[in-house]
């Protein structure tokens, strides 16, 4: 079945680093969705990425979407301790009714 | 709007007891999801619903099940609870594409 890896599992920054996760797929996606849960909370979506190469900004944060439709990265400039949580990947096959979520990469962020 | 809401907010059982977790949305989302969060990990798709009277397996199935009668309600069914479902237990709904949105989920501890 398919398979959605992310990378790092953790990450400790200190205020002001920049910070990215990394998402690959076993299958090409259809599209990929990236949710931010915070402790104790549960997943909220940031953004959805459909389109080959696609780039998404949103303030601090940047999305990409591969060329292969199988990868994608999260990228956060200057950190700070309100983006403390855990970052998501999921992706969504062509068949469509499915998400199949990362393991979520846990940003810590030191102030 | 209130969204997803999910009752109860945290349950303890014994072995062998049964429970029903309640999923209740009120955006008259078609697409209706249900997950488990083991702590520090990903989440795992359990069973979802296209509509109405639809339902399928996800990822992980054994050991619960659902109906869905009405577009509004997807209750999780845990039939002889056994320690290895314990976990945070999340529904979620979607429209048609795009982002899913989540209940604020319920943790279950099974002793």
């Known amino acids: 079945g398919q398979q959605v890896m992310q990378i790092p599992q953790y990450q400790h920054v200190q205020e002001g680093e920049d910070f990215t996760t990394y998402c690959n797929s076993s299958?090409?996606?259809?599209?990929i969705q990236w949710y931010k849960q915070r402790p104790g909370g549960h997943p909220v979506f940031l953004i959805q990425?459909?389109?080959?190469?696609e780039v998404k900004k949103q303030k601090r944060l940047t999305f990409q979407f591969g060329e292969a439709k199988k990868n994608s990265s999260l990228h956060i400039t200057a950190t700070q301790t309100t983006d403390v949580g855990t970052y998501f990947c999921a992706g969504r096959n062509n068949a469509g009714n499915m998400l199949t979520f990362g393991g979520g990469t846990r940003l810590m962020v030191k102030p | 709007n209130a969204g997803v809401t999910q009752t109860p907010k945290f349950r303890i059982l014994k072995i062998g007891q049964s429970m029903t977790l309640q999923c209740t949305q009120d955006?008259?989302?078609?697409?209706m999801y249900w997950y488990r969060q083991d702590p520090g990990m990903g989440l795992k798709l359990i069973y979802y619903s296209v509509g109405a009277g639809i339902t399928d397996k996800g990822e992980v199935p054994n050991g619960y099940n659902v109906s869905r009668s009405t577009t509004e309600d997807f209750p999780l069914r845990l039939e002889l609870a056994a320690p290895s479902q314990t976990s945070v237990y999340f529904c979620?709904?979607?429209?048609?594409?795009?982002?899913?949105?989540f209940g604020p989920g319920t943790r279950l501890l099974v002793l």
């Open positions: 979620a709904s979607r429209p048609g594409q795009g982002a899913q949105y």
């Open positions: 299958t090409t996606l259809s599209n």
């Open positions: 955006m008259n989302h078609n697409y």
């Open positions: 990425l459909v389109k080959s190469g």
